[in-house]
């Protein structure tokens, strides 16, 4: 996310220089949260750009959920060894599914 806001200082300063926009579209929580603005934003049903978008991104967000609730279950030690130091942070929950 900082290289994609970088490129676009360097592209404020530099008119007729280039934006690398690809660097955007690989950042998961970018390309969610348009797709979710574009949809719920509208009183109509999603165009079909935006049902094709849906569909290429299901299987990356899934992994991205899988990959955060692995994450999450490795956390139990670290909470038990931080918990043996006195320290008592609130338990972290999975992500839905």
Same mark, same amino acid.
């Given at each position: 996310?900082?290289?994609?806001?970088?490129?676009?200082i360097i592209a404020a300063?530099?008119? $007729?220089?280039?934006v690398n926009f690809e660097?955007?579209?690989?950042?998961?929580? $970018?390309?969610f949260g348009g797709l979710?603005?574009?949809?719920?934003?509208?009183?109509?049903?999603?165009?079909?750009?935006?049902?094709?978008?849906?569909?290429?991104?299901?299987?990356?967000?899934?992994?991205?959920?899988?990959?955060?609730?692995?994450?999450?279950?490795?956390?139990?030690?670290?909470?038990?060894?931080?918990?043996?130091?006195?320290?008592?942070?609130?338990?972290?929950?999975?992500?839905?599914?």
């Amino acid at each position: 996310m900082i290289t994609v806001l970088a490129n676009l200082i360097i592209a404020a300063e530099n008119p $007729f220089g280039t934006v690398n926009f690809e660097l955007a579209n690989e950042n998961l929580r $970018f390309r969610f949260g348009g797709l979710k603005g574009g949809i719920m934003g509208s009183t109509s049903r999603p165009t079909e750009t935006q049902m094709r978008q849906a569909a290429e991104i299901g299987p990356t967000l899934e992994k991205a959920v899988q990959e955060a609730n692995a994450l999450i279950n490795a956390l139990p030690a670290l909470l038990k060894e931080v918990a043996d130091a006195g320290i008592y942070p609130a338990p972290v929950k999975a992500i839905g599914q």
